[in-house]
């Protein structure tokens, strides 16, 4: 599966600062594509909304260790359907309240960005 | 993990929270709460389950090599013996029994294997290969539970195959003993509630479908029987065909067919009647309607011909336009989208889990004669005109037997699934039902009728609980198939009869209404009995004979072995029942 309308990464992250914003437009829309996905097993009260600011996980965010392991296989599988290679979001203990990669959507967005950024030839 | 509604508890040996999730929140099916057995505690959550009572059903999905540890061998490419093997598939088989006494029913997810797991490559299937191993302990645990009617295997297997090679999650089960990818759990927990609808008896039991380019490609009355795009070397012609071909395996299972077209009637059935490769001809339908009436109106009409309720019918058309009319009008009657793509018309149907049924019996195979011998009843009331002779020249016969285990199956099969004829609308489990009739003053009998039209079976029960010389009829439930033939009226009249000869003073029947039993209200109002409108009580005092309708005749059998020889009061035997004045041999 492919998503549509979304930029290659690879070649996302040697074009532009324009090409940037919409590389990242890209991992964003993967992780509301992923959000999107968790919801269906959350009662309607506790369903994540797709915003930047959104508080995903630690204090006063919205998933539980569980929710945060599947949300973590969603988004990994959706980023391997759309980009063709792996990428491995718990290089960093995801749970660790050090790393806070998944504090917030923001937060999980350059995070993504950045793994891109370590791929050999500067993409994932 | 809770909610409203029926109660589910889970077993397992790994994490299953995110089923209970799944199960949970979403809205299709019945509404479920859920409880869960701490993981990895198998064999005492089974054997003495704990915080459970009141819990409707269990849910038991395991890991094959926690469950049979010489599994665990057998995967490390240890030696070990079938027979060990099988040996702790029985003491699993052992424990689930056991814990069916704590529940309705028990469902058990067969033993998987990921599909990354090679196992022994292209030895896999030979000898003592893993997958020739596992299939055989999954067959073994089937068998061993064959006899057990409340305990259901649910195909794990295809909840695996329809993720793909991503069901497995490495990264899930490191990280939270979740051996499964969420997608799993997802169709695990629509099977689970499939199931639980299947045990309640909500399954649908009437198909409506479309003729022009649904059951067969092309509108018939353009372009002619002979040219209909059905069978032949054509790709379409093909998929129209097995679209039939699977519509024909369910009417085979006891769905009933019928038919809504739009089309000039006579030109329709000619297509049925003369096209060489149509599968389905006009009698493996139990009604048809085709004429240029609105489709709501004519599903409606079948549904009342048919004598079933909104609630049993999924209707099938190629338009969306007709599909979107019947689903406003009738929003009872499930109405699937239907794909464009015609080539996916036979999976689609295969696909649905409304039709899932927990019992089959001989009478679902049957089901169509006896709607076709009702086309011929309602022939004949149409000749005859008046309706007292009508049900007179019916010859109607009923055969009443107390309940045993021979016919333990259908009587909870027509318990569970019956709502409109249905007084108390109790649902039961065979353990449960058993368990009621180990009261000495309790009975329970079934009801067979046949006529010269032909014979429905076992369509009736009536059950009695007697107290303080009353008698409170606990079960009344007559199928919708012989309903409006006076076989009510002689229900009632076998009970009357018997209960006068015990001695007791009243007959006493509470209605419990629900959504769907009203046509059993509106015949108990006809009964004659005296209503208490403040506690919906209906009352016969057994000094007065109740009248048996005329025309019908009614027998017993010699009692099986096996059947309660218990009465209410220990004063009548079972073999003196056969004395009782109702009966005419």
């Given at each position: 599966?492919?998503?549509?309308?979304?930029?290659?990464?690879?070649?996302?992250?040697?074009?532009?600062?324009?090409?940037?914003?919409?590389?990242?437009?890209?991992?964003?829309?993967?992780?509301?594509?992923?959000?999107?996905?968790?919801?269906?097993?959350?009662?309607?009260?506790?369903?994540?909304?797709?915003?930047?600011?959104?508080?995903?996980?630690?204090?006063?965010?919205?998933?539980?260790?569980?929710?945060?392991?599947?949300?973590?296989?969603?988004?990994?599988?959706?980023?391997?359907?759309?980009?063709?290679?792996?990428?491995?979001?718990?290089?960093?203990?995801?749970?660790?309240?050090?790393?806070?990669?998944?504090?917030?959507?923001?937060?999980?967005?350059?995070?993504?960005?950045?793994?891109?950024?370590?791929?050999?030839?500067?993409?994932? | 993990?809770?909610?409203?509604?029926?109660?589910?508890?889970?077993?397992?040996?790994?994490?299953?929270?995110?089923?209970?999730?799944?199960?949970?929140?979403?809205?299709?099916?019945?509404?479920?709460?859920?409880?869960?057995?701490?993981?990895?505690?198998?064999?005492?959550?089974?054997?003495?389950?704990?915080?459970?009572?009141?819990?409707?059903?269990?849910?038991?999905?395991?890991?094959?090599?926690?469950?049979?540890?010489?599994?665990?061998?057998?995967?490390?490419?240890?030696?070990?013996?079938?027979?060990?093997?099988?040996?702790?598939?029985?003491?699993?088989?052992?424990?689930?029994?056991?814990?069916?006494?704590?529940?309705?029913?028990?469902?058990?997810?067969?033993?998987?294997?990921?599909?990354?797991?090679?196992?022994?490559?292209?030895?896999?299937?030979?000898?003592?290969?893993?997958?020739?191993?596992?299939?055989?302990?999954?067959?073994?645990?089937?068998?061993?539970?064959?006899?057990?009617?409340?305990?259901?295997?649910?195909?794990?297997?295809?909840?695996?195959?329809?993720?793909?090679?991503?069901?497995?999650?490495?990264?899930?089960w490191y990280l939270t003993k979740t051996p499964f990818h969420a997608d799993?759990?997802?169709?695990?927990?629509?099977?689970?509630?499939?199931?639980?609808?299947?045990?309640?008896?909500?399954?649908?039991?009437?198909?409506?479908?479309?003729?022009?380019?649904?059951?067969?490609?092309?509108?018939?009355?353009?372009?002619?029987?002979?040219?209909?795009?059905?069978?032949?070397?054509?790709?379409?012609?093909?998929?129209?065909?097995?679209?039939?071909?699977?519509?024909?395996?369910?009417?085979?299972?006891?769905?009933?067919?019928?038919?809504?077209?739009?089309?000039?009637?006579?030109?329709?059935?000619?297509?049925?009647?003369?096209?060489?490769?149509?599968?389905?001809?006009?009698?493996?339908?139990?009604?048809?309607?085709?004429?240029?009436?609105?489709?709501?109106?004519?599903?409606?009409?079948?549904?009342?011909?048919?004598?079933?309720?909104?609630?049993?019918?999924?209707?099938?058309?190629?338009?969306?336009?007709?599909?979107?009319?019947?689903?406003?009008?009738?929003?009872?009657?499930?109405?699937?989208?239907?794909?464009?793509?015609?080539?996916?018309?036979?999976?689609?149907?295969?696909?649905?889990d409304c039709f899932d049924s927990a019992y089959a019996t001989a009478e679902?195979?049957?089901?169509?004669?006896?709607?076709?011998?009702?086309?011929?009843?309602?022939?004949?009331?149409?000749?005859?005109?008046?309706?007292?002779?009508?049900?007179?020249?019916?010859?109607?016969?009923?055969?009443?037997?107390?309940?045993?285990?021979?016919?333990?199956?259908?009587?909870?099969?027509?318990?569970?699934?019956?709502?409109?004829?249905?007084?108390?609308?109790?649902?039961?489990?065979?353990?449960?039902?058993?368990?009621?009739?180990?009261?000495?003053?309790?009975?329970?009998?079934?009801?067979?009728?046949?006529?010269?039209?032909?014979?429905?079976?076992?369509?009736?029960?009536?059950?009695?609980?007697?107290?303080?010389?009353?008698?409170?009829?606990?079960?009344?439930?007559?199928?919708?198939?012989?309903?409006?033939?006076?076989?009510?009226?002689?229900?009632?009249?076998?009970?009357?009869?018997?209960?006068?000869?015990?001695?007791?003073?009243?007959?006493?029947?509470?209605?419990?209404?629900?959504?769907?039993?009203?046509?059993?209200?509106?015949?108990?109002?006809?009964?004659?009995?005296?209503?208490?409108?403040?506690?919906?009580?209906?009352?016969?005092?057994?000094?007065?004979?109740?009248?048996?309708?005329?025309?019908?005749?009614?027998?017993?059998?010699?009692?099986?072995?096996?059947?309660?020889?218990?009465?209410?009061?220990?004063?009548?035997?079972?073999?003196?029942?056969?004395?009782?004045?109702?009966?005419?041999?």
């Open positions: 599966m492919t998503t549509q309308g979304i930029k290659p990464l690879e070649s996302s992250v040697k074009e532009s600062s324009q090409d940037c914003t919409s590389h990242l437009d890209g991992v964003l829309r993967l992780i509301y594509e992923s959000i999107a996905g968790l919801n269906v097993q959350l009662p309607e009260e506790q369903r994540i909304r797709k915003s930047l600011s959104t508080v995903l996980f630690g204090a006063g965010g919205t998933l539980d260790s569980l929710g945060l392991a599947n949300f973590i296989v969603i988004l990994e599988q959706k980023l391997e359907e759309s980009y063709g290679f792996r990428v491995d979001l718990t290089e960093d203990d995801p749970f660790s309240p050090t790393t806070g990669h998944f504090r917030t959507v923001h937060s999980l967005a350059t995070y993504v960005s950045e793994l891109a950024a370590r791929r050999p030839g500067g993409a994932l | 993990m809770a909610r409203t509604g029926l109660k589910l508890h889970l077993i397992s040996d790994f994490n299953l929270e995110t089923l209970g999730h799944y199960l949970v929140n979403s809205e299709m099916g019945p509404q479920l709460s859920v409880s869960a057995a701490p993981f990895g505690q198998v064999f005492p959550a089974l054997l003495q389950p704990q915080h459970v009572e009141g819990t409707d059903f269990a849910l038991v999905w395991t890991s094959p090599q926690k469950i049979v540890p010489g599994f665990t061998d057998a995967l490390n490419h240890v030696a070990v013996s079938d027979e060990r093997l099988l040996a702790e598939v029985h003491q699993f088989a052992d424990c689930l029994r056991e814990s069916y006494k704590h529940f309705r029913a028990v469902f058990v997810v067969t033993w998987t294997l990921p599909l990354h797991q090679r196992g022994d490559g292209i030895l896999n299937l030979k000898g003592q290969g893993l997958r020739k191993r596992l299939l055989k302990m999954n067959l073994e645990l089937a068998e061993q539970l064959q006899d057990c009617a409340g305990i259901y295997l649910l195909d794990g297997q295809r909840w695996m195959e329809m993720v793909g090679k991503s069901a497995y999650s490495p990264k899930l799993v759990f997802r169709y695990a927990a629509a099977d689970v509630k499939a199931a639980i609808s299947a045990v309640l008896g909500a399954s649908r039991k009437l198909v409506v479908v479309d003729l022009d380019n649904t059951l067969w490609g092309g509108v018939v009355g353009d372009l002619g029987w002979q040219n209909l795009r059905l069978g032949g070397h054509d790709y379409l012609g093909e998929a129209y065909l097995d679209f039939q071909r699977a519509l024909k395996s369910l009417r085979n299972r006891g769905i009933l067919l019928a038919i809504a077209s739009k089309n000039e009637e006579s030109v329709a059935l000619e297509a049925l009647a003369k096209h060489p490769e149509m599968l389905l001809r006009v009698e493996d339908f139990a009604a048809h309607r085709i004429n240029w009436n609105d489709k709501a109106a004519n599903v409606a009409d079948l549904v009342a011909e048919l004598n079933l309720g909104l609630q049993s019918v999924v209707f099938i058309d190629d338009s969306p336009v007709e599909r979107a009319r019947v689903r406003e009008a009738l929003p009872e009657v499930y109405v699937p989208e239907w794909p464009d793509d015609r080539t996916l018309f036979a999976s689609q149907l295969l696909e649905m679902d195979g049957s089901r169509h004669q006896s709607y076709a011998a009702e086309k011929q009843r309602e022939l004949s009331r149409k000749q005859i005109g008046s309706a007292d002779e009508w049900l007179r020249s019916l010859g109607t016969e009923i055969t009443i037997q107390e309940s045993d285990e021979a016919d333990r199956v259908r009587v909870v099969q027509l318990m569970n699934k019956t709502n409109q004829m249905n007084l108390s609308t109790r649902r039961v489990s065979e353990p449960e039902l058993q368990a009621w009739l180990q009261h000495n003053n309790r009975k329970l009998w079934a009801f067979r009728v046949k006529d010269k039209f032909g014979d429905s079976g076992l369509t009736g029960i009536l059950s009695l609980e007697v107290q303080s010389g009353s008698a409170q009829i606990t079960d009344f439930v007559l199928s919708c198939r012989v309903m409006g033939r006076n076989v009510e009226h002689a229900m009632v009249a076998f009970a009357a009869r018997y209960c006068q000869e015990l001695g007791l003073t009243d007959l006493r029947a509470d209605y419990l209404p629900t959504a769907k039993n009203k046509p059993c209200l509106k015949f108990w109002m006809s009964s004659g009995f005296l209503f208490d409108e403040r506690q919906n009580r209906f009352t016969w005092p057994l000094s007065m004979p109740y009248p048996l309708p005329e025309g019908i005749k009614m027998h017993r059998p010699p009692a099986r072995a096996g059947a309660s020889p218990l009465s209410p009061r220990g004063t009548l035997r079972d073999s003196e029942d056969a004395s009782l004045s109702v009966f005419t041999d």
